[in-house]
């Protein structure tokens, strides 16, 4: 089975029930601890195969936009796809057992071992695709794993865990390499996190600060609230193609997809006739007034669940505004950042914020910065430019883990079209409560044991060390 059985959910404590759970889960990972790379990569491409294959993935697509009711079916097929096998390419040469990397020269060589149980808390808005995507890590590295699903899409979770528990047994593995928690609960997870050998949390700012309080050394992400600069030298027609398809993609349930504009004046107003003429919608004032107000009703900085990732149209409905029939998107201009700006922050939903800046793109940089520092620190931008100047003055003024340019901002969590490793755990380094900036992969997944041997001494005089300092200041 695939995960506890009715006997166990009627157990009063949670600590006991997950223990039995991590018992087995452990068991399984001890029974391929010794499996070789061929073993290992056979599993990896089958567990991946029983995702990405059409039968399964529309039955995944379907059942999580009917149980969560966030995003579009046809997304959710094309982000199942794309991410499973663009990260089974990517770890299709990575050698994860044995003697991973040696360096003759510095007398190093470096075996990768298991880390041993992995706790993956799924989001509720990627039930689909997270699980398969954490296990196939996991899985690289010879771990086994256990999925905390969220309770609201809990059904999807279990149905890609059967899945790929299915595929374990047809190579030969344990199937439980892959469990999933059932009827999920916040004490539940808890217990989990503490059991567990490495946690990867995926989800709101509340988990990942349990994941990192839990005990056990965790990968967490950051909160999301990307923001694309389009300067005056930008493509102005593939930057609207870019904005609108990372905005539109799966009604904007990654935490990637553009929250807020920064555009030159130069080009501002084509560039905004340009996102209108592709499904845009500009609110004036007073629907802009309407909008907030339907989307944080109670004031607070988290959008209502009512319009997270749901069509245009629902979203202006909700709001009392009269949108055009094919609005795909919803505009408002802005001109600040933070709590009294609740539009500079993460909408989770198909609702852009635009802002314009003059000449200066240091004056693009202190708009990130702005927004960035009420919600998203550390997490993505992007610019459209043809001048690197302008990239680099983003990438150094900014606290930001990710500077996608002249790209979907979609494509943060890999691309064919660029060398980021394909993953749906955004990491945002200190900025952002995590502890790194990478995005997370199957070498995060891996103990490595360094063997040192000698080599020939180094040597150095402290007049190597210390000459220039004692020219200029004396000894």
């Known amino acids: 089975m695939a995960t506890d059985s009715p006997s166990d959910t009627s157990a009063p404590d949670p600590a006991a029930e997950v223990r039995a759970i991590v018992a087995r889960a452990r068991a399984a990972q001890e029974a391929i601890a010794d499996w070789d790379q061929a073993q290992v990569d056979a599993l990896v491409t089958a567990v991946g195969w029983a995702i990405v294959r059409k039968d399964n993935a529309e039955a995944l697509a379907q059942l999580a936009v009917d149980e969560g009711g966030f995003g579009t079916y046809a997304d959710k097929l094309t982000k199942i796809g794309r991410r499973v096998n663009g990260l089974l390419a990517d770890m299709r040469d990575m050698r994860t057992v ?90 539940k997870t808890r217990e989990l996190m503490k059991q567990a050998d490495v946690v990867v949390a995926t989800g709101g700012a509340a988990m990942v600060k349990a ?62 006739g340009r996102l209108q003429a592709s499904g845009g919608y500009l609110c004036n004032a007073e629907e802009k007034a309407k909008l907030q107000k339907a989307m944080w009703p109670d004031g607070g900085h988290i959008p209502s669940l009512d319009v997270i990732a749901k069509p245009a149209a629902t979203i202006a409905e909700l709001a009392g505004i009269e949108i055009p029939a094919g609005t795909s998107f919803i505009m408002v201009e802005e001109d600040g950042a933070g709590p009294d700006h609740p539009f500079s922050g993460e909408k989770l939903s198909v609702v852009l914020a635009v802002y314009r800046y003059g000449s200066d793109i240091n004056e693009a940089v202190q708009i990130i910065n702005d927004i960035t520092a009420y919600q ?48 749906l755990s955004l990491s945002c380094g200190s900025w952002g409560g995590n502890i790194t900036t990478e995005n997370v992969n199957a070498k995060h997944f891996l103990n490595l044991t360094w063997v040192s041997r000698t080599i020939a001494p180094k040597t150095f005089t402290e007049q190597d060390l210390f000459g220039e300092h004692w020219e200029k200041y004396g000894i």
């Not at 043809?386 to 969590?413: K, P, Y």
């Open 98 to 187: 044995g003697i991973v990397e040696e360096d003759p020269a510095r007398g190093l060589v470096k075996i990768a071992k298991p880390v041993g149980v992995v706790a993956a808390l799924i989001p509720t808005t990627g039930p689909d695709a997270t699980p398969p995507m954490k296990a196939l890590m996991a899985l690289k590295g010879r771990n086994a794993i256990v999925v905390a699903p969220h309770p609201r899409t809990k059904k999807t979770s279990e149905m890609s865990v059967e899945l790929m528990r299915a595929a374990c047994a047809q190579v030969g593995a344990p199937e439980d390499l892959i469990i999933s928690l059932t009827s999920p609960s916040i004490d």
């Open 376 to 423: 998203g620190l550390g997490h993505t931008c992007g610019i459209h430019t043809s001048v690197d100047a302008h990239v680099d003055a983003i990438a150094f003024g900014t606290r930001t883990a990710r500077v996608l340019v002249n790209q979907n901002l979609n494509e943060g969590a890999g691309s064919a079209r660029n060398g980021l490793p394909f993953t």
């Open 211 to 272: 994941a990192y309080s839990s005990g056990t050394p965790a990968y967490g992400v950051g909160v999301g609230n990307s923001v694309h600069v389009i300067d005056e030298t930008g493509d102005l027609e593939d930057a609207a193609a870019m904005i609108v398809a990372g905005k539109t993609f799966d009604l904007a349930t990654s935490c990637l997809a553009d929250n807020s504009l920064v555009i030159a004046d130069a080009v501002y107003d084509d560039l905004l």
